[in-house]
């Protein structure tokens, strides 16, 4: 058995997406009833939310022209290259 909260969302999904053409249909009649013409305004294409970072090829930490790495940590210094 499933919960009528749980429901709610598959009936509101399709009711917000037909919104815009209802509020557009109401509006045609009403400028219909003083005799004006409704013209729809153009609507802006829907859009990615995702927004792909920029091919860097560059690999490891990027530095500022300063020298010193963004993130603000200091190298480690390597002694004797051996480890204990």
Same mark, same amino acid.
């Given at each position: 058995?499933?919960? *009528?909260?749980? *429901?709610?969302? *598959?009936? @509101? ?18 400028? $219909? @009833?003083? $005799?004006?013409?409704? #013209?729809?305004?153009? #609507? ?6 995702? /927004? ?5 090829? /560059? ?14 940590? /200091? ?6 290259? /051996?480890?204990?």
């Amino acid at each position: 058995m499933v919960c *009528l909260a749980c *429901l709610l969302p *598959l009936f @509101l999904v399709p009711i917000v997406n037909l919104l815009p053409l209802l509020f557009d249909l109401i509006m045609a009649k009403v400028y $219909g @009833l003083f $005799g004006w013409e409704y #013209r729809k305004p153009e #609507r802006a294409p829907a859009a990615c939310p995702y /927004k792909p970072g920029a091919n860097n090829s /560059k690999v490891g930490v990027e530095s500022v022209p300063g020298g010193a790495p963004e993130h603000g940590l /200091k190298p480690v210094a390597v002694e004797n290259g /051996k480890c204990e």
